[in-house]
């Protein structure tokens, strides 16, 4: 399987985005590799198992051997008996983000285990009101926005069934003093139409067929709907080239040049039209010409 590739068994899958950042994803693997971080039943150690890495990405698992009680009626007396379960995670790590998916103490200790490797406080991302509000107006189509208005409102926490401006005439949102808890709907990824619930503690839920084989790429897109809006955030992440750079200059050096010449323009029309004056040239027939081109006498 490649390390970009998560196949989907059920409906839906879930994902904790967490904010990790490493210098070395390489360095990084081979302190997970190291003996005192694997996982092991005796003696009992939560650690990592079956990673692998690319370079750029490492994933793999994390497990942590869970105790809990269990009651059991034995000739008449109720007794407790503790017992022990192994409770895993699996995780993609990347050099600025970390996904994970899984049994949610295992991913606490998982948080635990990176911060202690990467000297970075590794934490759930939480996004605030602009960034889900910048999620919201990216989906194709809203079906639901989980609302939370202060304490002291009647109703502290509504469920919208479609964008937030449909509801401002009823009453319940608090203007400029509520916040958004999720967003869920439809949005046009690049594998196709997803059913996405995202929300601000940096749970990510992708409704999908079953069997359907989602990529990394897809989620750090999905991820990028948070953030504001700009051609590079969204669209493409590559910077442009300088031939690119130097062709944006020269059109806004243009720009401004007729812009300078129309307003030149405009003021010779008006002291013509003051002195008596004709002006013949209109500023649309003005062109600039290059310096080799103008004849001398």
């Keep these: 399987m490649s390390l970009d590739e998560i196949h989907v068994n059920g ?6 985005c967490l904010v990790s950042k490493t210098d070395s994803v390489e360095d990084l693997f081979k302190a997970m590799m190291d003996k005192d971080q694997q996982f092991s039943l005796d003696p009992e150690r939560a650690g990592f198992h079956d990673c692998e890495s690319d370079g750029e990405t490492v994933r793999g698992f994390f497990s942590v051997v869970v105790p809990f009680e269990v009651e059991r009626l034995n000739d008449g007396i109720m007794s407790k008996f503790l017992l022990k379960r192994i409770e895993t995670c699996e995780f993609i790590l990347l050099k ?30 939480e996004y605030e009101f602009h960034n889900m509000s910048q999620f919201q107006d990216r989906l194709s189509v809203v079906k639901s926005i989980v609302l939370t208005n202060p304490k002291t409102r009647e109703i502290s926490k ?25 967003v869920s709907g439809l949005v046009d ?4 139409p997803l059913n996405v619930n995202l929300s601000s503690k940096g749970n990510l839920r992708i409704s999908v067929k079953k069997g359907f084989v989602l990529t990394v790429n897809c989620l750090k897109w999905i991820i990028r709907l948070t ?9 493409d992440d590559s910077e442009p080239t300088e031939d690119e750079e130097d062709e944006e200059d020269e059109d806004i050096s243009e720009d401004r040049l007729h812009e300078t010449i129309k307003k030149a323009a405009k003021t010779l029309k008006k002291a013509s039209g003051r002195s008596g004056m004709t002006l ?8 600039i010409k290059d310096p080799d081109e103008i004849k001398h006498d």
Aim: a negative charge; proline letters at 5%; zero cysteines.
């Design 11 to 16: 409906s839906s899958i879930s994902f904790s």
């Design 96 to 125: 600025d983000m970390t996904f994970a998916f899984g049994k949610s103490s295992a991913q606490k200790n998982l948080s635990l285990v990176l911060t202690m490797l990467t000297n970075f406080g590794v934490t759930p991302v």
């Design 158 to 182: 509504a469920r919208l069934a479609g964008r937030i401006e449909d509801y401002t005439d009823y009453g319940i949102v608090e203007p400029k003093n509520h916040e958004i808890d999720s």
């Design 189 to 192: 990824s690049p594998l196709g």
């Design 227 to 235: 953030k504001d809006s700009s051609r590079e955030s969204v669209q």
């Design 280 to 287: 013949i040239t209109p500023t649309d027939s003005i062109k």
